[in-house]
């Protein structure tokens, strides 16, 4: 995409210093923060490290930053990875790649609604962040954030639901069907209206985006009238369909001309495609009830951990800590317990996160001599 757009607008591409290997590398980058087992993990560690009754009722050891994992990936990357010695701490990226990170590039302020819920750097990281915002347009993010953001928006809404088209989750005649229309329409609204800048016509928005959809869909019939069972003609369709909305929204990305507002636009019928079909997976995804009884019990071995964390790490009982969770402790003494904890549970793996639970409750000691982190 961002090589697309360094031929198709060479001026602009120059005018805002685009890079393609830099939005490449901020690809790569930008799930490094998410905790074993996704959102509900990220969302359950925020709860709980700004909560000093979890932190053994000391405020002091609580951080008031929570868990986010956009700034955990920033923390990442400028502190924890390991990369050089002590005293370089980090990966030691260029500004420009570490900016590319910043898909919200503020710090979290819980007096702005824009800034509460989503941000890319804890305080803890503050002379990193501001190090690497010098020179940015204060509010906007660059031209490679942008357009890391909105891959990785592409790839939620297109490739994610193809996964879930494949294991029978989306019912696509559910979808295009005219009886279920204004359901459809009226949930995606509902979560639009959670935003503060939600246009008055996002419900004739939405009803167009569907009915754009729909005719996409029509010229794959394998997609939304039989349920998959891997034929070679359903592939092939499910396959063309996906390729076909990706093809539309790498286009519909392009530089802007000058340094006033965000660096790429969208066009507006694929930005308002793309947040329908997020809220597809959204509804009959997040909406199964096997999933909340997994999430439960996975919010419950994130908070052990943490906790087991915490208590420990305060306590300098390194020696109960896997090693390559122990230099967290030693080398960041600076930072809140609370935070320190939170980066231990982020480092693992969801099956390291199981094994390690089960070791460490004694629900299954396991082999002595078989270590669960690496």
């Not at 995606?188 to 167009?208: F, G, I, L, Q």
């Amino acid at each position: 995409m961002a090589e697309h757009r360094l031929r198709k607008q060479a001026d602009a591409a120059a005018l805002h210093g685009l890079h393609p290997e830099v939005v490449e590398a901020a690809c790569l980058a930008h799930d490094l923060g998410h905790p074993p087992f996704g959102h509900a993990a990220e969302s359950e560690l925020d709860n709980i490290v700004c909560d000093p009754t979890i932190c053994g009722g000391k405020a002091e050891d609580a951080d008031a930053d929570g868990y986010e994992g956009n700034a955990q990936t920033f923390r990442i990357l400028t502190k924890l990875a390991v990369r050089y010695g002590k005293d370089s701490p980090g990966l030691d990226l260029t500004r420009a790649t570490l900016a590319a990170t910043l898909k919200y590039p503020w710090l979290r302020d819980k007096s702005d609604a824009k800034k509460t819920s989503k941000w890319s750097a804890y305080a803890c990281e503050r002379k990193q962040f501001e190090w690497v915002r010098e020179g940015c347009r204060d509010g906007f993010k660059t031209a490679e954030a942008e357009l890391m953001d909105w891959a990785d928006d592409i790839a939620y809404s297109v490739h994610d639901l193809e996964d879930f088209h494949r294991v029978g989750i989306i019912p696509w005649n559910e979808v295009v069907s005219e009886d279920l229309k204004d359901r459809v329409v009226r949930g995606a609204v509902t979560v639009w209206e959670k935003d503060p800048s939600v246009p008055a016509d996002a419900r004739a928005r939405m009803d167009k985006a569907l009915e754009r959809i729909k005719r996409k869909l029509r010229m794959f019939p394998a997609v939304t009238q039989e349920v998959y069972d891997g034929a070679r003609e359903q592939r092939r369709q499910v396959r063309n369909f996906c390729s076909t909305l990706i093809g539309n929204y790498v286009r519909a990305a392009r530089l802007n001309d000058t340094l006033s507002g965000p660096a790429v636009i969208i066009e507006t019928d694929a930005a308002d495609e793309v947040r329908l079909l997020k809220y597809f997976a959204r509804h009959y995804v997040i909406g199964l009830p096997a999933l909340h009884a997994q999430q439960y019990g996975q919010k419950r071995i994130i908070r052990d951990l943490f906790e087991i964390f915490l208590k420990e790490g305060k306590a300098d009982n390194l020696k109960l800590f896997p090693s390559r969770l122990r230099y967290i402790w030693e080398d960041n003494s600076d930072d809140k317990p609370a935070r320190l904890a939170a980066d231990c549970v982020a480092s693992l793996t969801e099956n390291e996160a199981y094994q390690l639970h089960h070791r460490l409750t004694g629900t299954n000691s396991g082999l002595v001599l078989d270590p669960i982190v690496r």
